[in-house]
């Protein structure tokens, strides 16, 4: 099986995990952590480790940080590399929303390494941007 593992500082990730579960339904393979204002990094891998615990070796990981270097995503690969679950690990920092739908798509769709990449890096990059706003002259006069 291929899992996504979301991890943030704060509440992220179980939020954008909220949502997906909201928009697509519940999915076994979708699992997520955060380090909470005040948990320490031995608190937050003890923790981790249970999420994980599913994950067996011949499963494969989708792992989407909030910041690349931040503490979440670091202890997350340091306790997936404990685990023997690196090899098999695709990991992603800038975690958002439309980042997590492509890369949830994409393990359904059972892309191969490089074209699930192509696909997360994509919709990330496509996700940030100014919306246009279309505003005629009276709407501007209400403003």
């Known amino acids: 099986m291929r899992y996504l593992l979301m991890v943030s500082h704060g509440t992220m990730a179980p939020g954008v995990h909220s949502v997906i579960r909201m928009l697509l339904g519940d999915r076994d393979n979708v699992l997520s952590y955060s380090m909470e204002d005040g948990v320490s990094a031995d608190d937050f891998?003890?923790?981790l480790r249970n999420v994980i615990a599913p994950i067996a070796a011949d499963d494969s990981v989708v792992v989407l940080g909030d910041i690349v270097g931040g503490s979440p995503l670091t202890n997350t690969l340091n306790t997936l590399t404990?685990?023997?679950l690196l090899p098999n690990t695709l990991a992603f920092g800038g975690l958002s929303l439309p980042m997590a739908i492509s890369a949830l798509?994409?393990?359904e769709d059972n892309l191969d390494?490089?074209?699930l990449v192509s696909n997360v890096?994509?919709?990330?990059r496509e996700g940030?941007?100014?919306v246009e706003l279309a505003l005629?002259?009276?709407d501007e006069e209400d403003l």
């Open 45 to 47: 891998v003890a923790n």
């Open 82 to 84: 404990e685990a023997g």
């Open 105 to 107: 798509m994409a393990i």
């Open 113 to 115: 390494d490089s074209a």
């Open 121 to 124: 890096i994509s919709e990330a």
């Open 128 to 130: 940030a941007r100014q």
């Open 136 to 138: 005629d002259d009276e």
